[in-house]
């Protein structure tokens, strides 16, 4: 064991200085650059510190990870089949089909899906490369920028976060962003990568969510209820979920994650598809 080391810094969900111990360091996955990971001693949140600036994030998902965009759009209709899965597990908690904004909409499958099922969709994306594959379905719904791009006056019934607030270095604000986008009696639903999951548990450091500079923040069920309940919202219903993915994706993502290099780019032929579980838990929070 090495020794602890503990240094003061301000924790994203205690929103105040605290002290902060070193976890453990971790390269990246597309460079050779350590990125030191802490946790909050005082509420147990876990981030990469000093966080990644805004220009080194843009630089990690303006390029380098075209074979694993590349996977992703190939990936479309089991993406689309995934995201009709999830609107109808969310049944019960969703109202009637409004304004629903999807942050992080990547290639636009989610819109396409709400579109399908009476939505007004619109999304958010901070890497342009989308852009090209959203034009021709989606023109004019997608904004190529950050939650704080958007205009404020619209009110939003449904607003989603699938696998964003792992990434983003600014967790708190982006989280009560939404908040004030969302209509009154609207919802917002958080999918994210959990550090109480029997994976990370069972793999510790190497877990694959550790994947930095692309996951930058490690929540738990405790510390992201804490951050929600913080910014007035209150969590309705969560759950540990899963993914819905064929055999050749699965086994793409994994190629990657053991550090075989970039996933390749496979055609999907499998058209088995499982439901996996990814260490990841489904949050709905209303406004409380
Ligand atoms: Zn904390």
């Known amino acids: 064991m090495g020794r602890l080391v503990v240094e003061r810094d301000t924790c994203a969900v205690c929103d ?16 050779a650059t350590p990125y030191a ?29 075209g074979a694993d965009y590349a996977n992703y759009i190939l990936a479309a209709e089991e993406k689309k089949a995934h995201f009709r899965q999830k609107l109808r597990d969310l049944d019960a908690y969703l109202p009637p089909p409004g304004l629903l904004l999807d942050v992080g909409c990547a290639a636009g499958f989610l819109l396409e899906v709400a579109l399908e099922q009476g939505w ?76 109480d999951a029997l994976a990370r548990k069972a793999l510790g450091r190497h877990w694959y969510h550790y994947a930095p500079p692309a996951h930058v ?10 951050l929600a309940e913080s910014l007035g919202l209150r969590i309705v219903h969560q759950a540990w979920t899963r993914k819905l993915m064929s ?29 996996i579980p990814m260490s990841e838990r489904l949050f709905v929070m209303s406004r409380s």
């Not at 909050?40 to 390029?63: I, K, T």
């Not at 989603?160 to 270095?169: A, I, K, M, S």
Request: glycine share 8%; proline share 8%.
């Open 16 to 31: 105040a200085e605290r002290p902060l111990a070193h976890l453990f360091s971790k390269r990246g996955q597309s460079d």
């Open 37 to 65: 990971i802490w946790q909050c001693l005082s509420c147990g949140f876990q981030r990469v510190r000093p966080m990644p600036d805004d220009r080194a994030l843009a630089a990690y998902y303006a390029g380098g990870v």
């Open 120 to 195: 007004e969709p619109h999304g958010v994306e901070l890497n342009p490369g989308f852009a090209a594959s959203t034009a021709s379905t989606l023109d004019g719904r997608v904004t190529y920028g950050r939650l704080r791009d958007l205009p404020t006056h619209q009110e939003y019934s449904v607003i989603t976060l699938f696998d964003v607030l792992e990434h983003t270095p600014i967790p708190r604000e982006d989280l009560a962003r939404c908040r004030d986008l969302l209509a009154p009696d609207g919802i917002i639903v958080a999918q994210l990568p959990c550090i």
């Open 217 to 226: 923040n490690y929540f738990a069920r405790d510390t992201f209820q804490k």
């Open 247 to 275: 055999i050749d994706y699965l086994l793409a993502q994994m190629a990657a994650h053991i550090g075989l290099g970039r996933a390749p780019v496979v055609p999907v032929i499998g058209k088995l598809r499982l439901q």
